[in-house]
């Protein structure tokens, strides 16, 4: 039993020492080396690394999908205002001639057909024309589209009717564009929605730049391996894998650089944009942003804006040709420029139509009919496209006022003015071609003189026309706003309204002394104007005195009535700059910019009554919403009689006095009025006048204040005869108001005669105001008043 005792305790020690060494052997309990410590270590870190990077790409990708979100739901263009001049209005008996209304037509892009079956199309027959007019939304409601006879009389609408015969009483062609406000980055364009793009251009934007762009995810993984083997094989960069999503993005959102960076975030945003906008809203995001050329400083983007800019026609009126012109552009706008290589475009343009017809976009008859188009390209500027800045300098300043400068150059405003593109367009016709002749005739300096013209309606102060330089699409200094210079015998008509507003001191027939004066002037200095001849002619009428613009007699005038009322007769008839008051001013001794000259001649042109200058009419929302109009104003400045006598003055001045120069370019029966202007030493050249209908200022110097070495008869005036004749205008006929009447006197004494007199006129007085002597003047027939009456009796 002890035996057995001790065994099994034996057996059990041994169980135990039998069981440790088999515990320290178990996998739990065993210590790793140090090559497995360091695998475990890099496993965990790289797991972690790659958990970050997801995480980060994961926040960058949205912030990506943020970014694209962000400017394509929102607001992703500035688009530009668009600036409209006025409509062409047509009714019977408008003095319109057919040379002026096929340069309209062409301005608006209209079509020369056998028929004009469509918009904007023409046809003439001697002088009868058929239009097809385009439907157009003015400020005042739509105009429909129109289909028109028109017949002329020489350079008069005899005729106009409809469809069917029926006589019209009044068509508005549309409104020519005339510019844009863009914003200071110089990019504008014409947005189009998907369905204005018209489908041959759709197929021909995808034949060239993206056959699989309804397939692919915005990435087509093919093209860029097809373009890699290409510039592989070619040794160079010929041909590119970017899908037109991907132009997008990089247009839209990057920057120029070519970095690798650069093309995966092209890659990854272009991806984000196909999975969450439709095909059909990035094509059309697509050609509104495509730059497809550079007016000057003003970038050309879209198709839309594009179509204008090469053809003056809407996108939606492009043939086949056109369309595939433009496609062309896409690859190198300057390369292919159709007006500076117009053989290279051509073979781009042939070449788009031939992917065309491969791509099954266009038929084989088609290709051949299109590929025998000429380009068709319009000349630079006939869009009307920033066509005339010193224009829109002043609408812009004019819509400063009332808008902020993003809203102007950012929202679609449509803004309506009253610029007359006839009317624009030869009056810088006329300024430029004047100049040179006036330097060539007077062997002064080429290229150095410089002008300016303002022409505004007479009626309304409506501004149809700012030339602001020789050089008319110079957006450089504008003189016809910013050329404040000395107006010379311009004011004199201001002074002599003075006195004609005072009937019982002054009428025409009364006498002023043209003598010489001298004055003294603070600080001791002395004042001794002279007349032009350096002559003086003693005793004249006011009608002589400002007929002939004697210095001594105005100043001899004025200094009567008195600077402080010549003062404050300016400020009176519009003009708001201030005015020194020093007997200076009675020759001219301030400067103003020639469209203030234009405020002036307005108001005598208008009988009195002031409308301040004005080029705008209306300001439209985008979708045609009224913001703001900008009405006629009217207010009477100076009693109309006073006013009548003084226009039948300066008629007077035209007819027999310095503007009778006029009779070169005008005929007599016209009667128009107007006055002419020279400074000191001929620096400035000056001329005012008016017909029946407009108020046309003109100014010619040189930018150096140096001497022009013209008076206002030997420049400015043959400028503005040689615009108005081009205005084919009408006789200034005064209508006299009922303060006025109508009587012969003799020219020389100024006194009661009969209209038989040799030297007997009939003139304008106030009433209450006519001389009541009668003069002793010879008739025709060599008797007396007196025998002539006896006669008559016996």
């Given at each position: 039993?002890?035996?057995?005792?001790k065994?099994?305790?034996?057996?059990?020690?041994?169980?135990?020492?039998?069981?440790?060494?088999?515990?320290?052997?178990?996998?739990?309990?065993?210590?790793?080396?140090?090559?497995?410590?360091?695998?475990?270590?890099?496993?965990t870190?790289?797991?972690?690394?790659?958990?970050l990077?997801?995480?980060?790409?994961?926040?960058?990708?949205?912030?990506?999908?943020?970014?694209?979100?962000?400017?394509?739901?929102?607001?992703?263009?500035?688009?530009?205002?668009?600036?409209?001049?006025?409509?062409?209005?047509?009714?019977?008996?408008?003095?319109?001639?057919?040379?002026?209304?096929?340069?309209?037509?062409?301005?608006?892009?209209?079509?020369?057909?056998?028929?004009?079956?469509?918009?904007?199309?023409?046809?003439?027959?001697?002088?009868?024309?058929?239009?097809?007019?385009?439907?157009?939304?003015?400020?005042?409601?739509?105009?429909?589209?129109?289909?028109?006879?028109?017949?002329?009389?020489?350079?008069?609408?005899?005729r106009?009717?409809?469809?069917?015969?029926?006589?019209?009483?009044?068509?508005?062609?549309?409104a020519?564009?005339?510019?844009?406000?863009?914003?200071?980055?110089?990019?504008?364009?014409?947005?189009?929605?998907?369905?204005?793009?018209?489908?041959?251009?759709?197929?021909?934007?995808?034949?060239?730049?993206?056959?699989?762009?309804?397939?692919?995810?915005?990435?087509?993984?093919?093209?860029?391996?097809?373009?890699?083997?290409?510039?592989?094989?070619?040794?160079?960069?010929?041909?590119?894998?970017?899908?037109?999503?991907?132009?997008?993005?990089?247009?839209?959102?990057?920057?120029?650089?070519?970095?690798?960076?650069?093309?995966?975030?092209?890659?990854?945003?272009?991806?984000?944009?196909?999975?969450?906008?439709?095909?059909?809203?990035?094509?059309?995001?697509?050609?509104?942003?495509?730059?497809?050329?550079?007016?000057?400083?003003?970038?050309?983007?879209?198709?839309?804006?594009?179509?204008?800019?090469?053809?003056?026609?809407?996108?939606?009126?492009?043939?086949?040709?056109?369309?595939?012109?433009?496609?062309?552009?896409?690859?190198?706008?300057?390369?292919?420029?159709?007006?500076?290589?117009?053989?290279?475009?051509?073979?781009?343009?042939?070449?788009?139509?031939?992917?065309?017809?491969q791509?099954?976009?266009?038929?084989?008859?088609?290709?051949?009919?299109?590929?025998?188009?000429?380009?068709?390209?319009?000349?630079?500027?006939?869009?009307?496209?920033?066509?005339?800045?010193?224009?829109?300098?002043?609408?812009?300043?004019?819509?400063?006022?009332?808008?902020?400068?993003?809203?102007?150059?950012?929202?679609?405003?449509?803004?309506?003015?009253?610029?007359?593109?006839?009317?624009?367009?030869?009056?810088?016709?006329?300024?430029?071609?004047?100049?040179?002749?006036?330097?060539?005739?007077?062997?002064?300096?080429?290229?150095?003189?410089e002008?300016?013209?303002?022409?505004?309606?007479?009626?309304?102060?409506?501004?149809?026309?700012?030339?602001?330089?020789?050089?008319?699409?110079?957006?450089?200094?504008?003189?016809?706003?910013?050329?404040?210079?000395?107006?010379?015998?311009?004011?004199?008509?201001?002074?002599?309204?003075?006195?004609?507003m005072?009937?019982?001191?002054?009428?025409?027939?009364?006498?002023?002394?043209?003598?010489?004066?001298?004055?003294?002037?603070?600080?001791?200095k002395?004042?001794?104007?002279?007349?032009?001849?350096?002559?003086?002619?003693?005793?004249?009428?006011?009608?002589?005195?400002?007929?002939?613009?004697?210095?001594?007699?105005?100043?001899?005038?004025?200094?009567?009535?008195?600077?402080?009322?010549?003062?404050?007769?300016?400020?009176?008839?519009?003009?708001?700059?201030?005015?020194?008051?020093?007997?200076?001013l009675?020759?001219?001794?301030?400067?103003?910019?020639p469209l203030?000259?234009?405020?002036?001649?307005?108001?005598?042109?208008?009988?009195?009554?002031?409308?301040?200058?004005?080029a705008?009419?209306?300001?439209?929302?985008?979708?045609?919403?009224?913001?703001?109009?900008?009405?006629?104003?009217?207010?009477?400045?100076?009693?109309q009689?006073?006013?009548?006598?003084?226009?039948?003055?300066?008629?007077?001045?035209?007819?027999?006095?310095?503007?009778?120069?006029?009779?070169?370019?005008?005929?007599?029966?016209?009667?128009?009025?107007g006055?002419?202007?020279?400074?000191?030493e001929?620096?400035?050249?000056?001329?005012?006048?008016?017909?029946?209908?407009?108020?046309?200022?003109?100014?010619?110097?040189?930018?150096?204040?140096?001497?022009?070495?013209?008076?206002?008869?030997?420049?400015?005036?043959?400028?503005?005869?040689?615009?108005?004749?081009?205005?084919?205008?009408?006789?200034?006929?005064?209508?006299?108001?009922?303060?006025?009447?109508?009587?012969?006197?003799?020219?020389?004494?100024?006194?009661?005669?009969?209209?038989h007199?040799?030297?007997?006129?009939?003139?304008?007085?106030?009433?209450?105001?006519?001389?009541?002597?009668?003069?002793s003047?010879?008739?025709?027939?060599?008797?007396?008043?007196?025998?002539?009456?006896?006669?008559?009796?016996?």
């Amino acid at each position: 039993m002890v035996r057995a005792s001790k065994g099994s305790k034996t057996a059990r020690t041994a169980g135990r020492q039998t069981s440790r060494p088999a515990s320290k052997r178990s996998p739990a309990k065993r210590k790793n080396g140090p090559g497995e410590r360091v695998g475990y270590r890099w496993s965990t870190r790289l797991l972690a690394l790659a958990f970050l990077f997801v995480l980060v790409l994961g926040v960058y990708l949205l912030y990506l999908d943020n970014l694209v979100r962000m400017k394509f739901d929102g607001k992703r263009w500035a688009v530009p205002a668009r600036v409209y001049g006025r409509p062409l209005e047509l009714y019977a008996g408008a003095s319109i001639s057919p040379e002026q209304l096929v340069a309209e037509l062409d301005r608006l892009g209209y079509r020369k057909v056998r028929h004009p079956d469509a918009q904007a199309t023409w046809s003439r027959n001697n002088s009868r024309f058929l239009i097809r007019t385009r439907p157009f939304q003015f400020w005042d409601g739509t105009e429909p589209e129109h289909y028109l006879d028109l017949r002329f009389e020489g350079d008069r609408l005899a005729r106009l009717s409809g469809t069917g015969g029926a006589p019209l009483a009044l068509v508005r062609l549309d409104a020519p564009e005339v510019g844009s406000l863009y914003p200071a980055h110089n990019e504008d364009r014409v947005l189009l929605s998907r369905e204005q793009l018209p489908e041959s251009l759709v197929k021909g934007v995808l034949a060239v730049e993206d056959r699989s762009f309804y397939s692919h995810h915005g990435v087509d993984p093919k093209a860029i391996l097809r373009a890699v083997w290409a510039n592989l094989r070619a040794g160079g960069v010929v041909q590119g894998g970017s899908t037109l999503t991907q132009q997008l993005i990089k247009n839209l959102y990057l920057s120029r650089k070519r970095t690798l960076w650069r093309k995966v975030n092209e890659a990854a945003m272009a991806l984000l944009l196909d999975a969450r906008y439709g095909k059909d809203e990035i094509l059309t995001a697509y050609a509104n942003e495509i730059y497809l050329g550079q007016d000057g400083n003003r970038a050309i983007h879209g198709f839309g804006l594009a179509s204008r800019f090469y053809f003056n026609r809407p996108l939606e009126e492009l043939d086949l040709p056109r369309l595939a012109l433009l496609v062309g552009l896409i690859r190198g706008p300057s390369l292919y420029d159709p007006r500076r290589h117009p053989e290279r475009a051509q073979q781009r343009r042939d070449l788009v139509l031939q992917l065309m017809q491969q791509e099954g976009a266009i038929s084989e008859q088609q290709l051949q009919q299109a590929v025998k188009a000429p380009l068709g390209v319009g000349k630079p500027g006939s869009g009307g496209e920033a066509r005339y800045p010193t224009l829109l300098a002043l609408v812009w300043r004019q819509l400063q006022s009332d808008y902020r400068e993003e809203d102007l150059t950012s929202e679609g405003l449509r803004i309506f003015t009253t610029l007359d593109p006839w009317i624009q367009e030869q009056s810088e016709k006329a300024l430029s071609s004047r100049l040179a002749l006036l330097e060539k005739r007077n062997r002064l300096p080429s290229g150095k003189l410089e002008g300016a013209v303002v022409v505004v309606a007479a009626g309304s102060g409506e501004v149809l026309a700012v030339v602001g330089g020789r050089d008319p699409g110079y957006a450089g200094f504008n003189r016809a706003l910013d050329a404040v210079r000395p107006i010379g015998s311009l004011i004199k008509p201001v002074v002599y309204l003075g006195a004609l507003m005072q009937p019982r001191r002054y009428t025409l027939t009364s006498r002023i002394e043209d003598k010489p004066v001298t004055m003294r002037l603070a600080g001791g200095k002395r004042w001794t104007p002279q007349n032009y001849d350096h002559k003086s002619h003693g005793s004249v009428t006011l009608l002589q005195s400002l007929s002939h613009s004697y210095n001594l007699a105005t100043v001899n005038l004025g200094m009567e009535l008195g600077v402080a009322r010549v003062a404050g007769l300016l400020e009176d008839i519009g003009i708001t700059r201030q005015v020194e008051q020093v007997p200076a001013l009675l020759l001219g001794a301030l400067s103003l910019s020639p469209l203030e000259v234009a405020q002036i001649y307005q108001t005598f042109a208008a009988g009195g009554f002031h409308s301040p200058l004005r080029a705008i009419r209306e300001v439209q929302s985008k979708g045609g919403s009224v913001l703001q109009r900008y009405p006629l104003t009217v207010r009477q400045a100076v009693d109309q009689g006073p006013v009548y006598l003084l226009n039948r003055n300066l008629q007077e001045v035209v007819s027999s006095g310095t503007a009778r120069g006029l009779s070169a370019f005008l005929p007599a029966y016209l009667n128009l009025a107007g006055k002419t202007g020279t400074t000191d030493e001929l620096r400035d050249s000056w001329f005012a006048g008016f017909d029946n209908d407009r108020v046309a200022v003109v100014w010619i110097g040189r930018d150096d204040n140096s001497p022009a070495g013209l008076s206002g008869a030997q420049g400015a005036m043959q400028v503005w005869g040689d615009l108005m004749r081009r205005f084919n205008p009408d006789p200034l006929n005064l209508p006299a108001p009922t303060s006025v009447e109508q009587i012969w006197v003799d020219a020389e004494s100024g006194l009661l005669a009969d209209e038989h007199c040799t030297n007997a006129v009939l003139l304008p007085y106030l009433r209450g105001s006519a001389p009541v002597t009668r003069s002793s003047c010879i008739n025709e027939t060599g008797q007396g008043i007196g025998n002539f009456f006896r006669g008559l009796f016996e």
